[in-house]
């Protein structure tokens, strides 16, 4: 999981702001010059060091940029699989949040058996839920928070969407959604490609 996160947080800032900030956030944080391999096993510390390396670098809070991260997964150039993968949890946002404990499942098929914790959805009412991830890495959560706002944008859904506060081994975002059909989503084809 740490792999494929530094790979992430490596091409969001190289990709947003460029090669130099990126190479900069790299070395201070002592990371080969090449980037990281997202397959490869890499220590929490290093996560930590490159996370607050490159928030500094950027001049952002560590959350945002993690949010931005998961927004960047599902929105930036390159990343189409993923979205993908997400969009086949349903038609519709809702669909998508009741099949999200699925996820992780899904994601082994092509990804090594440690890339994605447990997820467990509480439907509290409402429109109201509460998704934890089975994990001591806060990180996650803020993660969470940015793809889940990308995918309800993805669906036209309106939804208010917070991290809330870690506990020892997990991470747990509030969902609410508001609107499901609040405007036009991005054109999504099961069949074939993704567009829009």
């Known amino acids: 999981m740490h792999g494929l996160f530094l790979r992430a947080l490596q091409n969001y800032v190289g990709v947003t702001f460029g090669a130099e900030p990126l190479a900069r956030a790299l070395a201070a944080a002592g990371a080969p010059a090449e980037g990281f391999e997202p397959l490869l096993r890499h220590e929490r510390a290093m996560v930590r060091r490159f996370l607050g390396h490159a928030a500094a670098e950027l001049g952002r809070p560590v959350e945002a940029v993690l949010e931005d991260v998961g927004t960047f997964i599902i929105m930036g150039d390159g990343y189409a699989p993923a979205r993908r993968l997400l969009r086949f949890g349903g038609a519709s946002f809702g669909d998508f949040l009741l099949s999200i404990e ?9 990804l090594p058996d440690d890339a994605f914790p447990p997820l467990d959805l509480a ?56 609107d499901a059909r609040f405007a036009a989503g991005r054109l999504f084809d099961l069949a074939g490609q993704a567009a829009g």
């Open 123 to 178: 439907d509290q009412g409402g429109g109201q839920f509460r998704l934890t991830a089975a994990t001591d890495c806060w990180e996650i959560g803020h993660v969470m928070v940015g793809i889940l706002r990308a995918m309800a944008d993805d669906y036209g859904a309106l939804v208010m969407i917070e991290a809330e506060a870690p506990g020892p081994s997990t991470t747990s975002v509030a969902i609410r959604l508001l």
């Open 102 to 110: 699925d996820l992780p499942d899904r994601a082994r098929l092509a």
